[in-house]
């Protein structure tokens, strides 16, 4: 019986590991696209992940909730607020991997889960321990730092991080698994997606049927690389603790600034490090404290004489949101 858990543990993990690889290793294959530029890349994606996931759905014969959202307006209204934010999201990553900014690309997600916790400040009205407070000022100067090495902010970060957090502030309210979510939201992108693109063949400026098979059937698996990070996410989320997911998540900006420092070989003068030296800290900051935070309010819990209280479950809920980020399916670039 001990066996059996561990195996599931391991799975769990393995699954981890490929879904954020996979996600990390996205500015190999967006290049492999050209000479498709960012917007007919994006319309393939949105386009080809509907006819994936929904695929999916049919051979798994899960629809009823599907249904169910159809009559509720104000959670398909949020779902089309969703399917807006992603589309962002995943334009200018496009963009960003195809114009020679991975480095800045990978920020953007490196500070997303200070961006995550500013919203929640402003937005939610959360409170913050002081270590969090400090965590999202050595952000704020980072940030700074960047923009005098960058000449300017760095625009396309910010643009993830806050299209990232406010995809994921949305999700919460809609409350759909991942899979679904990705269907309801790409069903409401595959009609703008297609018209753009059959006007795009009506202007002869596509590349779909013009660059050789080849480069047809890259464009069309923008769908099976969409969903199939999200399917190994699922199995992880299962089978692995929310604290487990937070230390995971790190790995798809690692992977992307690593390949855009040593691979494709993009600057990073001296005032660059130091923003990023700042980042990092500040997310181990927030990971360690989240960290404890958790562990001592469990162990709280745990005591036989303890009373779980409506304070001491939100600082549960508070600690696993910080150690684990918002939540990554299908947001993830």
């Known amino acids: ?90 334009g200018v990553y496009i963009w960003a991997v195809n114009n020679d900014r991975v480095v800045e690309a990978s920020l953007g997600y490196f500070i997303n889960p200070l961006v995550t916790i500013a919203m929640g400040v402003l937005l939610l009205k959360e409170r913050l321990r002081p270590v969090q407070w400090a965590a999202v000022g050595i952000g704020f100067a980072a940030v700074l730092v960047l923009t005098v090495g960058y000449g300017q902010p760095p625009w396309i970060s910010l643009i993830l991080a806050f299209s990232f957090a406010t995809y994921g502030l949305v999700k919460k309210k809609v409350n759909l698994s991942g899979l679904e979510s990705l269907t309801a939201e790409t069903a409401i992108q595959f009609l703008p997606a297609l018209g753009y693109l059959l006007w795009l063949s009506a202007q002869g400026d596509s590349t779909f049927t013009t660059e050789g098979a080849g480069h047809a059937a890259l464009l069309a698996a923008t769908g099976v690389v969409t969903a199939l990070p999200l399917v190994c996410f699922g199995a992880a989320a299962i089978r692995v603790p929310l604290s487990t997911l937070g230390l995971l998540q790190y790995l798809a900006p690692v992977f992307q600034f690593l390949l855009g420092v040593a691979y494709f070989r993009e600057a990073m003068p001296p005032e660059r490090w130091a923003g990023f030296a700042l980042v990092w800290l500040a997310l181990t900051l927030l990971t360690a404290d989240a960290w404890r935070a958790a562990r001592r309010v469990r162990a709280e819990i745990n005591r036989p004489s303890t009373t779980i209280t409506t304070g001491t479950q939100s600082a549960v809920r508070n600690a696993d949101s910080v150690a684990s980020g918002p939540d990554p399916v299908d947001a993830k670039p």
């Open 1 to 90: 019986m001990t066996g059996e858990p561990k195996s599931e543990r391991r799975i769990g993990l393995l699954n981890g590991f490929a879904a954020y690889g996979m996600w990390g290793l996205f500015p190999l294959y967006f290049p492999l696209l050209k000479p498709a530029g960012p917007s007919e890349v994006l319309a393939h994606r949105m386009a080809w992940s509907f006819v994936v996931v929904a695929a999916v759905l049919l051979v798994v014969r899960r629809w009823k909730w599907a249904g169910e959202l159809l009559r509720q307006p104000r959670r398909l209204a949020l779902v089309s607020v969703a399917a807006a934010v992603i589309a962002v999201n995943w």
